[in-house]
């Protein structure tokens, strides 16, 4: 969550480094691990609440909850529902939480083996049906196999059933986060359910690591292999971003278990904690921050009248430190900001729990 708030709020779009960025389309970047270990983490978490066994209608009014949020950033400030971006971040989290949950479910009496067999199972339907989709399966006037932005099958879906008009604003031809992605999405979601399953299984805490990182170094393998026919794409969530990316989280989920579980290394949590406590409102609050300080003008001194966020830039920052820097301490202190609202809601035991 901290990585998201650093990475959606530069101080200048035009100064930032690198591992901070998007691959351009296929390919991936540090930035492109953080949204999918979210939907990977939240089907682990799955399996550690006890609401996941609890009615359908639970799991389907804390989904319509996360999606209304989403929809609540979409709309803010200008509320104009006549271009309002219908699927986004939250959307797509809400749709993914909402199939693990209801997975799990189903499947909450059966053994721990046949929990996480049948997760994977289903990960990997979705993985090769989606694969099979974009490759084989022609839009109107258009070739199978076209993996291109405006192009593919879920872009044409996206234009056909959402329409242009609540599409990603920055192309309105195409939604990263559109209806046919979330698919390989809810895969994702899907795998953080089994290794949430083998984590709270019987097994030992060295065989538990153990098997988060056989099982994570095999999907990572995987993955880099089956890029070099149907690439690491994040703008797609193609299938061999799923693995790629889902492998990477299994291992650093080993990774932690490890160090702040088996050998207690939990002197510095503290700051995680109290934002993970309250992440959705983290997201929310990020989003509204930036949002109400770029729809707010003040005068730019000689020139035209700039956005509160651009002119704090500029006055706070740009002047104390080259620019890449500036921008970083920018979004740093986006995320401090928030930090001190969450600080104070966790030292008065106040959680959103949707």
Known sequence: MAAMVIVNNPGDWGQVYAPLLHAEWNGWMPTDLIFPFFVFIVGVSVTLSKRSTQSTTVILRRAALIFAFGLLLALYPRFDVTTVRLMGVLQRLALCYLAAALFYRTFSTADEDDRWQAAIGTAVVLLLGYW?????????????????PAGNL??????????????????????????????????????????????????????????????????????????????????????????????LASIVLAACVWLFDARERRAFLRPLVVLGTNA?????????????????????????????????????????????????????????????????????RWFLRV
Not at 171 to 195: N, Q, R, Y
């Open 280 to 348: 959705l409102v983290l997201f929310v609050a990020s989003g509204l921050l930036v949002k109400t300080l770029s729809f707010f003008k003040v005068s730019g001194g000689a020139g035209p009248e700039v956005s509160v966020n651009r002119w704090l830039y500029v006055t706070w920052f740009q002047p104390f430190a080259d620019p890449k820097n500036a921008s970083l301490l920018f979004a740093l202190a986006n995320l401090a900001v928030v930090y001190l609202l969450l600080e104070f809601l966790y030292r008065k």
């Open 132 to 148: 099979a989709l974009l490759t084989f399966v022609p839009v109107p006037g258009g070739v199978a196999g076209d993996l291109t």
């Open 154 to 247: 879920g872009a044409w879906i996206d234009r056909t059933v959402i329409g242009k008009a609540h599409l990603w604003r920055q192309s309105k031809t195409w939604d990263p986060e559109g209806l046919l992605g979330t698919l390989p999405a809810i895969a994702s979601a899907l795998s953080g359910v089994a290794a949430g399953v083998i984590l709270t299984g019987h097994r030992s805490q060295a065989q538990k690591v153990a098997w988060l990182i056989a099982g994570g170094g095999v999907a990572v393998a995987m993955g880099l292999v089956w890029d070099r026919s149907f690439p690491i794409n994040k703008g797609l969530w193609t299938s061999s971003y799923v693995l790629f990316t889902s492998g």
